[in-house]
C-alpha cells in the first residue's frame, strides 16, 4: 500500500536560517509528489509538485524540493525562512496525476524571532 | 473566484443528528474528492467522484454518503452524527490526469 512518511512532527528554525523538511514515499513506480501548507484555519495550498523531468523543482513562496529516486526522498528546503512560513506543512504522493492524494503526517514548522 | 468552495465553514451539532456539507468546483474538473482530517491533522480520503459515478471509497461508515448531482458538484451526507466525526472535511477537485488536486477551505465539523 502507498505510504508517505514525514519523520519530524515539528522543527523550529530561527528566522532567517534554512530548512529542510523530510518526506519518504512508498509508490515503487514513478511516483507525482506534492508539497502542501496549511495555514492555522486554513486549506491546503499547493507548494510545489513532481512527475518527470528535473528532480530539483521549484515552487511558491521560495520554496524547493528534490526528488532522489534512490533514497524515495522528496524534502522541501528553503534558503531563509520568514516568520510568515510557521505552518502546517504535508507531503503526498499519488500514483496518477489527477488521482488521489496520499498524505504524511504532517510537520509543523515553528519560526523564532 | 474561488475554485473549490464548501458550505458552510463550520458546523456544530448534536449527536445523532443528520447533516450535509455542500462542495462546488468551477474549474472545469471532472474529478472530486472529500478527504477528511481528524484531530491530529491526519488527511486521509474518504471518496472520490469522476464524471459523477463513485470511483473510490475508502471503508467509510455507511452513515456517511456523498452525492454527485453533477460534474461540478460533491456534496457529503452524514447520517447519526458521532462524537468520532468530528473532524475538518475537505473537498477538492481535480482533471484526472492532468492537473493536480484543487482544495477547498475545509468544513470544520463538531459533534457534541
Known amino acids: 500500500a502507498q505510504s508517505v512518511t514525514q519523520p519530524d512532527i515539528h522543527i523550529t528554525v530561527s528566522e532567517g536560517a534554512s530548512l529542510e523538511l523530510r518526506c519518504n514515499y512508498s509508490y515503487g513506480a514513478t511516483p507525482y509528489l506534492f508539497w502542501y501548507v496549511q495555514s492555522p484555519g486554513q486549506g491546503l495550498q499547493l507548494l510545489l509538485k513532481?512527475?518527470?523531468?528535473?528532480?530539483l523543482v521549484q515552487g511558491i513562496k521560495g520554496f524547493e524540493a528534490e526528488f532522489k529516486r534512490s533514497q524515495s526522498s522528496f524534502n522541501l528546503r528553503k534558503p531563509s525562512v520568514h516568520w510568515s512560513d510557521a505552518a502546517e506543512y504535508f507531503c503526498a504522493e499519488s500514483m496518477e496525476y489527477g488521482n488521489k492524494l496520499v498524505f504524511g503526517a504532517g510537520t509543523i514548522l515553528r519560526v523564532k524571532s | 473566484d474561488t475554485a473549490v468552495s464548501q458550505t458552510p465553514k463550520y458546523l456544530v451539532t448534536q449527536m445523532g443528528n443528520d447533516k450535509s456539507i455542500k462542495c462546488e468546483q468551477n474549474l472545469g474538473h471532472d474529478t472530486m474528492y472529500w478527504y477528511k482530517q481528524d484531530s491530529k491533522k491526519f488527511l486521509k480520503i474518504m471518496f472520490s467522484?469522476?464524471?459523477?459515478?463513485?470511483?473510490i471509497n475508502e471503508t467509510v461508515p455507511n452513515r456517511f454518503s456523498p452525492k454527485s448531482p453533477d460534474k461540478a458538484h460533491l456534496n457529503l451526507h452524514i447520517n447519526s452524527l458521532e462524537l468520532g466525526d468530528s473532524a475538518v472535511y475537505f473537498c477538492a477537485s481535480s482533471q484526472r490526469g492532468d492537473a493536480e488536486a484543487f482544495f477547498g477551505q475545509g468544513t470544520r465539523l463538531t459533534v457534541v
Open positions: 467522484y469522476n464524471n459523477k459515478e463513485l470511483i
Open positions: 513532481y512527475f518527470s523531468g528535473d528532480t
